[in-house]
């Protein structure tokens, strides 16, 4: 199913059209990047250079410094294509290309602003979620409370034939959720779309929507169910909030699959609903140390069990490995994809920002995540769910 994918992947799919994919399934895009906390900023080398075009970051409100070799190599390079009347955006990404930053973005001004406002839990859209069947359609998987395809009727099952007329069919689940998404809140879009032997259109209003990045579920008097698909503005403090309302005894399954990472001081914020405080990651910024660390106060005795896998990225990776390490949880899937790079910022002439890795982070045992991911304490591929209940009733969190 799509769900929102909320910070940039790879430079292999950040070409032309393919920025729209910021919302779509990290299970069928590449990674996410992590977005620095705000107390994360590091301090202007001495003797560093003033930055050109320096952009806020909207997400956290920090920027690049001077000094970093590739960051200037890649303003350099649009401020000369600018210069000569060439797309500064399409140089910037060749000098990311030419440096080998794997995990290197960049966005033009408007699809930066679009990424701001996803990582602050918005996005443009009608309301959808996709999935496909097993003969290739594109269904309806689940529609958002209050928009747009809600109050036109479009519901669970449906089948999603055609958007403005282009053929769902076949298509992968991405570009069918880029060309929901759009552009623009108040853009038009017409749906073809199937309900049995029935076929009908309907023409919709793109709007700016939430995001619904965390969902609780009881499963049982003794087990509350929190599945977090990503890390916008505000979900540490949702996920703290479900612990507080869970019944007194009553075990989490704490389900990260799929979660496209996000930022990173949600995340943080998150582990501080079970952690009573300490460490809970290290990484580095231009080789300078820097830590993180749990608020006081959490649950740390309420039994825990977290669910992984292979769409598991970088800031719910942080969590997850924060919580193993620790010794607070048992986590229970299959291995995580394996995103610890730290990106930053770096304004662009022509109102561009491009994305470069600057760090590594580290779980609290000292473990990269970058490129090897995390091993579950009990792999599995199947019933995974399941398995984390039984887990769970060993540890005291069902009768």
Not at 50 to 79: C, F, I, K, N
Not at 92 to 98: F, I, L, P, Q, T
Not at 318 to 340: C, E, I, M, N, P
């Amino acid at each position: 199913m799509s769900g929102p994918d909320l910070c940039p992947g790879p430079r292999a799919v950040r070409r032309g059209a393919a920025l729209s994919l910021v919302f779509a399934s990290v299970l069928l895009t590449a990674a996410a990047t992590d977005c620095l906390p705000r107390a994360a900023q590091p301090p202007a080398s001495p003797g560093a250079g003033p930055v050109a075009s320096a952009a806020l970051d909207p997400r956290e409100g920090h920027t690049t410094r001077g000094g970093d070799r590739t960051a200037d190599d890649v303003r350099r390079a649009a401020a000369e294509a600018e210069a000569d009347g060439k797309s500064g955006s399409r140089a910037a990404e060749e000098a990311v290309g030419r440096s080998g930053d794997r995990w290197g973005a960049v966005y033009d001004k408007t699809q930066y602003e679009q990424y701001a406002d996803a990582l602050d839990g918005r996005y443009t859209g009608v309301g959808l979620w996709v999935a496909r069947t097993a003969d290739g359609r594109t269904q309806v998987a689940r529609v958002q409370a209050g928009g747009p395809a809600a109050r036109a009727g479009i519901a669970p099952g449906d089948v999603l034939r055609s958007i403005d007329g282009w053929s769902t069919e076949g298509r992968p689940v991405t570009d069918v959720v880029a060309r929901l998404r759009g552009d623009a809140a108040g853009s038009a879009v017409v749906l073809g779309l199937g309900r049995g032997p029935r076929t009908w259109t309907r023409t919709l209003d793109r709007a700016v929507l939430d995001t619904e990045s965390v969902s609780v579920r009881a499963l049982s008097d003794r087990v509350v169910m929190i599945k977090v698909a990503a890390f916008t503005k505000g979900t540490g403090e949702q996920v703290r909030s479900a612990v507080r309302r869970a019944p007194r005894g009553a075990g989490i399954l704490l389900d990260l699959r799929g979660n496209s990472g996000g930022l990173v001081g949600e995340a943080v914020t998150a582990a501080s609903a079970f952690l009573p405080g300490g460490l809970v990651a290290t990484y580095d910024v231009h080789g300078k140390q820097q830590a993180l660390y749990a608020k006081g106060g959490g649950d740390g005795t309420r039994p825990l069990v977290v669910v992984v896998d292979g769409g598991t990225m970088s800031a719910a990776e942080l969590l997850t490995g924060a919580l193993q390490d620790r010794g607070r949880a048992v986590t229970v899937g299959s291995r995580t994809f394996g995103k610890g790079s730290v990106q930053m910022p770096t304004g662009l002439a022509g109102g561009a920002v491009a994305e470069l890795t600057v760090g590594h982070y580290r779980t609290p045992s000292g473990h990269g995540l970058d490129g090897t991911g995390i091993t579950p304490d009990l792999p599995v591929t199947d019933r995974p769910l399941e398995h984390a209940e039984t887990v769970l009733s060993g540890l005291g969190g069902t009768s």
